[in-house]
């Protein structure tokens, strides 16, 4: 796949962003330069490799999935622009 100056004209309009002719001529190239890569890294045969998240194995800290009760009522509305009794205060949503 390729990208033509169209193509980036097009694409920077709907982005709402303004582009002179030598910046789309500029990127143009750029995008190519990219698609090209990526084109090459779809080349890699990945068959039965699994899916990295780390490159060390790390086990993931973990707290215990329990319900409290917050411990600290004033501390965690302490922030908040409008509270009553320890509760949030929002604004009616549905009339």
Avoid: C, W, Y
């Amino acid at each position: 796949m390729s990208v033509d100056t169209a193509t980036v004209r097009r694409v920077a309009r709907l982005a709402r962003i303004k582009v002179t002719e030598e910046e789309a001529g500029r990127m143009t190239h750029e995008l190519n330069s990219i698609l090209g890569f990526v084109e090459q890294l779809d080349e890699v045969n990945v068959d039965g490799i699994e899916p990295m998240t780390s490159v060390v194995s790390v086990k993931m800290k973990r707290r215990s999935d329990v319900v409290t009760d917050g411990q600290d009522p004033k501390g965690v509305t302490l922030n908040a622009p409008l509270t009553d009794d320890d509760f949030f205060m929002v604004p009616k949503v549905v009339e």
